[in-house]
């Protein structure tokens, strides 16, 4: 069992850089894609507090939902449906201020406010999206995105 080691003074980028050295550790040796995604998304809902943390799969013509931590999700989401099938659409990352704004934005929990979304690929395809729901308006930036991306490089799928 890994102990992760989170500062509670330290920045977002700071907590970043001590998390991406402890997550290349928890997921490198475990093969498994699941377990790993499992693990990512309680590190990282653990360090920030984030309101919803998760991966949704590619299955078919569809996003299923898979590892997460937060409350009851959306269990299915089409392509090019609310921020995630967008996501997965266009193959690029979606940041999100204010949910509300975003046309076609899927209302999982009236409790998310900002969102952003990254695209995880696999042989030049979209496989998954890494999902993360803030309760705060404009909560996601550039800083989230870069180490985000960095985090999910880990992953083998």
Known sequence: MHSIQISPSASKEELYQLLLPQIAELVTNEPDPIANMANVTAVLK???????????????????LGPFQGPVACTRIGYGKGVCGTAWQMGEVQIVPDVLLFPGHIACSTHSRSEIVLPLFKNQSVVAVLDIDSQYLDAFDETDQR???????????
């Open 46 to 64: 653990e360090a920030f507090g984030f309101w919803w943390v998760g991966f949704y799969l590619v299955r078919g013509n569809e996003l299923v």
């Open 147 to 157: 180490y985000l991306e960095k985090m999910c490089a880990y992953l083998d799928f």
